[in-house]
């Protein structure tokens, strides 16, 4: 109980400031004179990115906020490319704003927030958003997809016999179509932002969990338990949306022993008893994580939830009856209902990165859930682990 509320403690105490702090990646900015700056840009969240940027020339120097008017641009090495540029008169706004580059180019495509634009010889033109339009006769009216960005980029692409009849209105798949069109106009600046838009690790770890079960039904008895658990997992997450919030998917086996003691009386006579319970089980939790920073070189939050299944079980225990003359010892087996479990874990835990996509980490969880014991329809128990893990993601 002091162990969780320290950790209450420290949650509401830094984690604000966690929050708070800009993630700084290696970056550079673009002068309106056009000298570029090396240094550190912050890393944020789509909305944030074409707000302004956050920038410093040396990692813990001072922090300099540009709007679009005050910079050509700025980028994350590795990763995005925002450019300021004037959106057209048709347009959502009509002021100079950051646009993120996908396609470089002859053909050059920005995105801005929901917005699709091309540039051309130095002219900007909007991909109108597609819409259902009504056409036909008022007693039998038909619903028709209006895509004229589709017209738009094939009469740009006129000059390779290329069309776009196919690509959807989304990022990935205008991209591809753009960036083919480079390609064959033979450009050698032709680039694409190549961060892929879900990526998969593979996780493996050790725990030494340190837990707590009771069992209450007609009498309290507390058991504790110390053992290693074992697993593995997958995690996915979406670098080219944001790399800071991971999914996660595990399986923990485990084989904990524990030791409770009840005294209390029965018809009169005072009982001890000393009860032995072994369960093997195989537990699927299903996480989100919040990485601070980049994965990689960074601090992190967890929340999840489990499932646990309990494949086996052996429970035992000896009794000790005082009666007149004497005491008298017995032991039996089973005697206790067991059931599947189900709760929720909170975690925090550090990744350092070892060599190129290798990470280790360490990781402390709170885990609280309904115990072994209990039938399919009562549960008579609960069950508290306190989680040391240590791990590779790859």
């Not at 694409?192 to 837990?211: C, E, G, M, T, W």
């Not at 005697?335 to 990165?353: H, L, M, P, Q, R």
């Amino acid at each position: 109980m002091y162990l969780v509320i320290f950790l209450v403690t420290c949650v509401v105490m830094f984690i604000p400031t966690l929050l708070s702090a800009q993630d700084f990646r290696p970056g550079y900015i673009v002068k309106n004179g056009g000298d570029t700056v090396k240094g550190f840009a912050a890393y944020q969240s789509g909305k944030k990115s074409i707000e302004g940027c956050a920038f410093r020339e040396t990692r813990k120097g001072a922090t300099s906020t540009y709007a679009a008017t005050d910079i050509q641009g700025y980028g994350i090495f590795g990763d995005r490319l925002y450019k300021s540029i004037e959106l057209p008169i048709d347009s959502v706004k009509n002021r100079k704003v950051f646009a993120k580059i996908l396609v470089q180019g002859y053909l050059t495509l920005y995105q801005y927030i929901e917005f699709f634009l091309v540039e051309r010889n130095d002219t900007l033109t909007v991909l109108p958003k597609p819409k259902d339009e009504q056409v036909g006769p008022q007693n039998d009216l038909k619903i028709k997809r209006d895509s004229k960005y589709i017209g738009i980029l094939n009469y740009m692409m006129l000059d390779c016999e290329m069309n776009a009849n196919r690509a959807s209105f989304a990022e990935g798949s205008l991209s591809k179509v753009v960036f083919k069109y480079n390609q064959c106009k033979k450009t050698d600046i032709a680039k694409q932002n190549l961060r892929p838009l879900a990526k998969l690790d593979i996780v493996i770890f050790a725990s030494y969990v340190n837990s707590h079960l009771t069992y209450d039904h007609f009498k309290l008895i507390p058991f504790q338990g110390n053992s290693v658990a074992g697993g593995g997992g997958l995690e996915i997450y979406s670098p080219r949306v944001f790399d800071r919030v991971v999914f996660s998917l595990e399986t923990w086996y485990n084989k904990s022993f524990y030791q409770g003691y009840y005294e209390g009386t029965f018809a009169g006579d005072v009982i001890r008893e000393d009860v032995f319970a072994e369960f093997t089980s195989l537990k699927i939790p299903f996480g989100i994580r919040y990485n601070f920073r980049s994965p990689g070189n960074t601090p992190y939050l967890k929340f999840g939830i489990h499932w646990s299944s309990t494949n086996s079980f052996a429970v035992s225990t000896i009794e000790e009856r005082a009666i007149a003359g004497g005491v008298l010892t017995d032991e039996f087996p089973g005697g206790y209902d067991v059931k599947n479990t189900k709760g929720f874990s909170i975690g925090a835990g550090y990744e350092k990165t070892l060599f190129k996509d290798t990470r280790i980490f360490t990781e402390f969880k709170y885990e609280r859930s309904e115990g072994y014991f209990g039938s399919p329809v009562v549960n008579d128990s609960r069950l508290v682990n306190y989680n040391f893990l240590v791990g590779l993601r790859f």
